[in-house]
T-cell receptor, first 112, second 114 residues
């Protein structure tokens, strides 16, 4: 079992719809969770981080964390074509130095 | 201030040559990380620095890989006797402290080994 798992997609949604991106992780003691966006040929760009169970909202983005289910998700409301990118889930495992373990990423396509 | 910078942006080398990749973190960031992203692969952790020391080198794939950091700032990743499988984008990230703080990535160095 991989430490961080994501569906590679592509996930295709129409413009204006809600995109839901999901991630599961294996280490129950993990404390910090991050969503990065990566455009083709570019480096990862931080979208959101979440540490506590529940929802965290920032503009059109909402991160959701459920530690009991070892599940973290990212919702993108009113999706735009410019949101088309690969979304990387990253987890800071328990008791470590801060290195991030990344999922393989989910490719999102927002169609006009 | 400026973000994380890396140089060179692209490096093409021949198999067997040594290469050095440089990372300049965000000013004041004490933690520095190197990752590697191969074509179609996820990001793979290589090494972590806190100040000038490297408490976690667990991701270095072989003894051909080494890294150092001087003055608590700039870091250099060295790959000796490069192999074709070393071809990847090497990404550097920094954070204001270790232990789960947000990491900000540089633009990366694309290494191609012919």
């Amino acid at each position: 079992q991989k430490e961080v798992e994501q569906n590679s997609g592509p996930l295709s949604v129409p413009e204006g719809a809600i995109a839901s991106l999901n991630c599961t992780y294996s280490d129950r003691g993990s404390q910090s969770f991050f969503w990065y966006r990566q455009y083709s040929g570019k480096s990862p760009e931080l979208i959101m981080f979440i540490y506590s169970n529940g929802d965290k909202e920032d503009g059109r983005f909402t991160a959701q964390l459920n530690k009991a289910s070892q599940y973290v998700s990212l919702l993108i409301r009113d999706s735009q074509p410019s949101d088309s990118a690969t979304y990387l889930c990253a987890v800071n495992l328990s008791g470590n130095t801060g290195k991030l373990i990344f999922g393989q990423g989910t490719t999102l396509q927002v169609k006009p | 201030g400026a973000g994380v910078s890396q140089s060179p942006s692209n490096k093409v080398t021949e198999k067997g040559k040594d290469v050095e990749l440089r990372c300049d973190p965000i000013s004041g960031h004490t933690a520095l990380y190197w990752y590697r992203q191969s074509l179609g692969q996820g990001l793979e952790f290589l090494i972590y620095f806190q100040g000038n020391s490297a408490p976690d080198k667990s991701g270095l794939p072989s003894d051909r890989f080494s890294a150092e950091r001087t003055g608590g700032s700039v870091s250099t990743l060295t790959i000796q006797r490069t192999q074709q499988e070393d071809s990847a984008v090497y990404l550097c990230a920094s954070s204001s402290r270790s232990g789960g703080d947000t990491q900000y990535f540089g633009p990366g160095t694309r290494l191609t080994v012919l």
